[in-house]
């Protein structure tokens, strides 16, 4: 009897330590952006202030953004450009080559797809050292295409593995029904795979366009128009009324603009988005 | 489509194992059939075509670009050179010579940045995925929570550190002592180190839970009957058996914190010695348009990379397989191979 209720307690607080752990688990992942969160809504006058709560409210950084001194809607847009054709372009080359790798036998298969996983370790700054000379030399220097084509050598890789992967999984019988009621392999992909594959591929969409959207070192090397910059690379030259004042405020703001759209995408889709990072293994 | 679906976990892959051979043939036959091999090459050619313009022909370029110095005045003709001049190993004799401190510093801080912070993430993440193993109310909402800091752009993390660093920051509130985090000096590397471990940490916990949930829950019972410790069970069934999947993180991770820019460019700021990383130091020389020492620097830290990539992956393929290179092959015949494997 003594033995059970004290088996009960400890079990209790296993639980209880449990709770505490998860709880330091989150504070930790949570706390550092809700401080940006925080600090976006105080008023310039109280930045330095230590409540967890801002007092009053002020939605005066948000304000002070879309002036037009800071050009900031204009980064925000380059940004969009510039992530969502990488984006686009990467999907698209990504998907053939990901079913052939998952699908198809041919020479050199493991060879290829070393070589493709490889450059995803490339260092960024090996690219764009090179780039940055060649695009000057031909006027591209402030172009979107000047930051899209190096972050091809990121993106295309990640998607290609992503994507292989989310293939590998679906069972080859699909295809296999689709050919013995007459398709070509060619229209079992159009039009088995690729509508089932729709998931694989939202999802590989959305991680190759969170790493496009942070990508920085590029972005940085390839403009010097503030008017051509990305969002990152224009809030991290955010300059306030002085130059001796950082306009913590502002980038705050810009920073809880810049990550919201991302978080509301891994709040909705943190099922499959975990799946296809521990799938790919892939950053 | 569940019970065609092939399980990637460990102890299930070993169970499989006898009865590959049959299943083995039968496939190749039936994907070889479809005349694949020209589909295969109309479907990968634009893959590789691109890679090759945007990585390997650049890591051509920046080779050829090394040997050469800056335009400018012509010792010999006293005119000013429209081509740059060929000088063969020069740029890397100054760089490890006359140059060498900045370069050797660089050197030391990725190497330092990359360990100490590799090394935390390990073991905070390992921490974290057997917390979240454990919780069973409230997993899905511990993973959104997890997925954000992995979310946040590195550049907004690194101004989002910079103003907890700030001299009147919060950092400083909740230690009660005035550290200027973000000048010169081992504070700054650990305001570096704290930022990049905050934002990585959750990424390797993920990996090491997705190889947690694979781990059948008899083996843990069956050592509990034994009456191993917790301490016990942890050390000799779940590292083992997670060592797979974090050996992998780790090497993935260990490749981006060598290459780390963002982080430290925007906390603490260029040039400065005590956080200046190899890709900062290439970046900022050819932002000055001396592209000869920049591409010697690039090179350097690409053979870098690619060294340590190489020593991880033989070490990782050992780890795999239990040392002998026909496993290895045998074990990734049907299975799709992981991603350290491939990369042998």
């Given at each position: ?217 590029i972005a940085l090397s390839m403009t010097n128009r503030p008017d051509m910059q990305t969002a990152p690379v224009a809030i991290s030259k955010f300059t306030g009324a002085t130059t001796y004042e950082t306009p913590f405020g502002s980038q705050m703001a810009a920073g809880v603009l810049v990550t919201i759209p991302l978080v509301v995408m891994v709040l909705l889709f943190q099922r499959r988005i975990v799946a296809g990072l521990t799938a790919g293994a892939a950053k | 489509m569940t019970d065609v679906e092939i399980p990637t976990g460990t102890a299930a892959a070993e169970a499989r194992r006898p009865s590959r051979t049959p299943v083995r043939g039968l496939r190749t036959r039936s994907r070889a059939t479809a005349g694949s091999g020209r589909m295969a090459a109309l479907l990968v050619s634009p893959t590789l075509l691109v890679l090759m313009i945007v990585v390997l022909y650049p890591t051509v370029m920046a080779l050829r670009e090394s040997l050469y110095g800056p335009k400018g005045l012509d010792p ?269």
């Amino acid at each position: 009897m003594t033995a059970m209720t004290s088996r009960g307690t400890t079990a209790k607080r296993r639980g209880r330590l449990l709770y505490v752990g998860v709880a330091a688990v989150v504070a930790y992942c949570l706390a550092p952006f809700y401080w940006m969160l925080v600090s976006s809504l105080r008023r310039t006058s109280d930045i330095f202030d230590t409540s967890l709560v801002p007092s009053p409210v002020s939605f005066e950084n948000y304000r002070s953004l879309f002036g037009a001194s800071q050009g900031f809607t204009r980064a925000l847009l380059n940004s969009l450009v510039v992530a969502g054709i990488t984006t686009v372009l990467a999907l698209l080359l990504a998907t053939f080559t990901a079913y052939a790798m998952a699908r198809l036998e041919f020479r050199f298969k493991r060879l290829i797809l070393t070589l493709v996983i490889a450059t995803s370790m490339f260092p960024v700054v090996s690219i764009v050292v090179p780039l940055l000379k060649l695009f000057t030399d031909i006027g591209w220097i402030n172009t979107y295409q000047a930051m899209i084509v190096p972050s091809m050598s990121f993106a295309l890789p990640l998607a290609v593995w992503n994507l292989t992967t989310f293939f590998r999984q679906m069972p080859d019988e699909l295809e296999h029904a689709a050919m013995v009621d007459g398709c070509t392999r060619g229209q079992a992909f159009r039009k088995v795979i690729i509508p089932l594959a729709a998931p694989g591929i939202f999802t590989t969409a959305i991680i190759t366009f969170i790493a496009a959207w942070n990508e920085f070192l590029i972005a940085l090397s390839m403009t010097n128009r503030p008017d051509m910059q990305t969002a990152p690379v224009a809030i991290s030259k955010f300059t306030g009324a002085t130059t001796y004042e950082t306009p913590f405020g502002s980038q705050m703001a810009a920073g809880v603009l810049v990550t919201i759209p991302l978080v509301v995408m891994v709040l909705l889709f943190q099922r499959r988005i975990v799946a296809g990072l521990t799938a790919g293994a892939a950053k | 489509m569940t019970d065609v679906e092939i399980p990637t976990g460990t102890a299930a892959a070993e169970a499989r194992r006898p009865s590959r051979t049959p299943v083995r043939g039968l496939r190749t036959r039936s994907r070889a059939t479809a005349g694949s091999g020209r589909m295969a090459a109309l479907l990968v050619s634009p893959t590789l075509l691109v890679l090759m313009i945007v990585v390997l022909y650049p890591t051509v370029m920046a080779l050829r670009e090394s040997l050469y110095g800056p335009k400018g005045l012509d010792p010999k003709t006293g005119f000013i050179r429209s081509t740059e001049p060929f000088v063969g190993l020069k740029n890397y004799a100054d760089i490890l010579g006359a140059a060498g401190d900045r370069f050797w510093n660089a050197f030391w801080n990725t190497t330092f940045f990359t360990v100490v912070t590799v090394g935390l993430e390990t073991v905070i993440g390992v921490a974290m995925a057997l917390i979240m193993h454990r919780a069973f109310s409230g997993r899905a909402l511990v993973r959104a929570g997890i997925l954000v800091p992995w979310a946040v752009p590195t550049a907004i993390s690194a101004l989002l550190w910079r103003w907890i660093f700030n001299s009147d920051g919060i950092a400083n509130a909740l230690i009660g002592h005035q550290i200027l985090w973000t000048t010169e000096g081992f504070h700054a590397k650990v305001a570096v180190i704290v930022a990049e471990v905050w934002k990585t940490a959750p990424f390797i916990g993920l990996l090491v839970l997705a190889g947690l949930q694979v781990i059948p829950n008899e083996v843990y019972e069956a050592a509990r009957i034994d009456g191993a410790s917790a301490l016990r069970r942890f050390w000799h069934i779940t590292l083992p058996l997670v060592k797979p999947a974090l050996l992998v993180a780790m090497l993935f991770r260990c490749m981006d914190a060598l290459r780390m820019f963002d982080l430290p460019y925007i906390l603490i700021g260029a040039q400065k010695n005590s956080v200046e990383t190899l890709s900062m130091l290439a970046q900022n020389e050819a932002s000055n348009v001396r592209f000869g020492p920049a591409s010697a620097y690039a090179v350097l830290l690409f053979l870098y990379v690619f060294l340590v990539a190489l020593a991880f992956v033989r070490l990782l393929g050992a780890d795999l397989v239990g040392g002998t290179a026909g496993g290895r092959r045998k074990r990734t015949g049907l299975w799709f191979p992981r991603r350290a494997e491939v990369t042998v």
